[in-house]
């Protein structure tokens, strides 16, 4: 076994060499593209880059392991696209890209508008003062930001999996995919990370940090979605426990007890959660895993089959217990697991928690919000309070890893400490993320200067242009 191990080992490093020590070694390329732009991962961060990159005049590729985008908000399942207003849910922060693509789902019946939705109306997210959620269809997500990419020129790649890269003196100078018809070499002036897990910046040898830099990594869940709930009984539930003030009723955490102490719900959750769909199914965000390795397929796949163990046992909790949900079945499990947290990178700039609680303003900022800062840890969620309700904002410099000239990373690998992290590798910040990093790779090119050369001030007028919300 251990002598196969070797052999496949030596292959391997013959196969793909290695980049990470500036070695270069020769691939069996079959098939080489040349493109301005090169976005990496076509989640939430990938879609703005690429789409923002590609109208800003680079030719651009976009290159996904997967068969859609949407990254966690589609594979994942993951649903509703977290807050994008302010706490009081009055003013909406998160514009641009984000309020196009959402004002474009809304149109065909695939999105509610966050301004429009009604608190307490939808889900026990609403609950926890959560307010201006976005309520969206997966299907509508995957077709409308398709149609955005080839409307905007991005040139899609799919089943591409990004798996080294070459630097020479500082640049990335190609990077390289498996794909089924072998390895594919992409070649690009500059290179936007939007893998999540910051897989470009690590194979360019960037710093970055892992979890909380000491070994602990926040849990990781599989979302699913069930159909047949009744909601009218149970928004009559909701009602009933809000009048009395009785918010363990609300969130069924007595049945949760019962349940624990009759042996039939052996996960930590307290609550249950079940968000409502368009289309009257539930999301259910309940399934856990501990100390998962985002990072490590062994660990991956034996938490995606933990996950869809507990999915089956929830659903007959739900059905025994839960007043609405008697006649509930699993419609789907997520085909990626919800990895909270993997590698950040150590940017030009990393944004402190102290800078979110105090809202500090930067000379570059690119986005603001007003997030929660919540880590999942074991057993339970710990929010870390703000000092002020102010939104809180987000400077260039984050985007910019040390160390590697022509790449810039976006999403939840960008550079930020991790509580701030916590609250902005949500859905809408990662759009926000993703429209500044595609901007910015565009305009950057367009002067003829590195990214972390481009001068702020141009890439902010030019946000504020595409609709970005940056008051001054
Ligand atoms: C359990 C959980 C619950 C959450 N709940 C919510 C919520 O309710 N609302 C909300 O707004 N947000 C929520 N989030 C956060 C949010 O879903 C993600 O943080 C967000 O999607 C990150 O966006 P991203 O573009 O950085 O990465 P992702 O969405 O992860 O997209 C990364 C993309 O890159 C691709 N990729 C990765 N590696 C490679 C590679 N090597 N080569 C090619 N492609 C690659 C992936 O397939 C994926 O499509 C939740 C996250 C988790 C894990």
């Known amino acids: 076994m251990r002598r196969i191990s070797l052999i496949i080992a030596a292959v391997s490093a013959l196969v793909f060499g290695s980049c990470n020590n500036g070695k270069q070694v020769k691939l069996p390329v079959t098939r080489t593209f040349e493109c301005d732009v090169l976005v990496v991962g076509g989640g939430p961060a990938g879609i703005g880059a690429a789409v923002c990159a590609a109208r800003h005049g680079a030719n651009t590729i976009l290159a996904e392991r997967g068969g859609c985008l949407g990254g966690m908000a589609t594979a994942g399942l993951v649903a509703p696209f977290m807050s994008s207003t302010t706490p009081d849910g009055q003013t909406m922060l998160i514009r641009g890209f984000y309020e196009e693509l959402v004002n474009r789902m809304e149109a065909q019946g695939g999105a509610i508008h966050p301004l429009k939705a009604q608190i307490g109306s939808f889900s026990a997210y609403r609950d926890k003062g959560h307010h201006g959620l976005t309520t969206f269809d997966y299907e509508c997500l995957k077709r409308t930001t398709e149609e955005m990419c080839k409307e905007a020129g991005v040139e899609l790649l799919y089943n591409a999996l990004f798996v080294r890269c070459d630097k020479h003196r500082g640049r990335i100078t190609a990077a390289y995919f498996a794909t089924k018809a072998g390895i594919w070499k992409i070649v690009a002036n500059t290179y936007i990370d939007c ?175 007003a997030n929660h800062m919540d880590i999942h840890r074991k057993g339970y969620v710990e929010y870390v309070a703000r000092n002020t309700n102010d939104p809180y904002w987000f400077p260039y410099r984050a985007l910019l890893p040390k160390k590697v000239d022509n790449l810039l990373c976006a999403g939840r690998c960008a550079a930020a400490e991790r509580p701030v992290m916590a609250a902005i590798r949500v859905i809408p910040p990662c759009f926000a993320m993703g429209q500044a990093a595609g901007t910015a790779a565009a305009l950057a090119l367009k002067a003829g200067v590195r990214p972390k050369d481009l001068n702020p001030t141009a890439l902010v007028t030019t946000l504020r242009e595409d609709g970005v919300y940056l008051p001054e």
């Open 195 to 369: 893998t999540g897990d910051g897989d470009v910046a690590y194979s360019a040898g960037a710093p970055y940090v892992y979890g909380d830099g000491e070994g602990d990594i926040q849990a990781s869940s599989l979302f699913f979605v069930v159909r047949g709930v009744d909601w009218k009984a149970m928004d009559a539930h909701d009602a009933a426990c809000r009048k009395a003030g009785d918010f363990e009723g609300q969130f069924y955490m007595r049945e949760i007890l019962a349940a624990r102490e009759a042996g039939e719900f052996p996960m930590w959750r307290q609550k249950i959660a079940l968000f409502q769909n368009l289309d009257g199914t539930a999301t259910v965000n309940m399934a856990q895993s501990d100390g998962v390795d985002g990072l490590d397929p062994k660990q991956v796949s034996d938490a995606l089959t933990e996950g869809r163990e507990q999915a089956a046992i929830v659903v007959k909790f739900l059905r025994k217990y839960v007043k609405g949900c008697e006649n509930c079945e699993l419609a789907s499990t997520a085909e990626q697991l919800g990895v909270r947290e993997t590698r950040r990178i150590v940017g030009e700039y990393t944004v402190t928690t102290e800078d979110a609680k105090n809202s500090v303003r930067y000379p570059d900022p690119v986005f603001c919000c």
